[in-house]
């Protein structure tokens, strides 16, 4: 069994900058974390999650056209643990950001960006 522990969220001006972590804990939570990839999802009030970042146990990662260039995602296979840097925030950008590893979703995190 694992659980995804997600911190990082919160309010930012345009153009500003927040990092979002994602931990996987629990029993099956290393071997998932070597075996799946890591993705970050957000869902716009009323819509679909939409695909944000994706990294792969073997290092390859995977962009939203939307992002590219402003958010990286990367990982600490010691803890389990992936991170997306978020730049040059847009308010497109502000939604609720969910970690997903294999089938197991995180409880989602709030991301605002606002003057």
């Known amino acids: 069994q694992v659980q995804l522990v997600e911190s990082g969220g919160g309010l930012v001006q345009p153009g500003g900058s927040l990092r979002l972590s994602c931990a996987a804990a629990?029993?099956?939570?290393?071997?998932?974390?070597?075996?799946?990839?890591m993705g970050w999802f957000r869902q716009f009030s009323g819509e679909e999650r939409e695909f944000v970042a994706r990294?792969?146990?073997?290092?390859?990662?995977d962009y939203a056209d939307s992002v590219k260039g402003r958010f990286t995602i990367s990982r600490d296979n010691a803890r389990n643990t992936v991170f997306l840097q978020m730049d040059n925030l847009k308010s497109e950008d502000a939604a609720i950001y969910y970690c997903?590893?294999?089938?197991?979703w995180g409880q989602g995190i709030q991301v605002s960006v606002s003057s």
């Open positions: 629990g029993r099956s939570s290393e071997r998932s974390f070597s075996v799946f990839a």
């Open positions: 990294s792969w146990p073997s290092g390859a990662t």
């Open positions: 997903r590893l294999g089938t197991t």
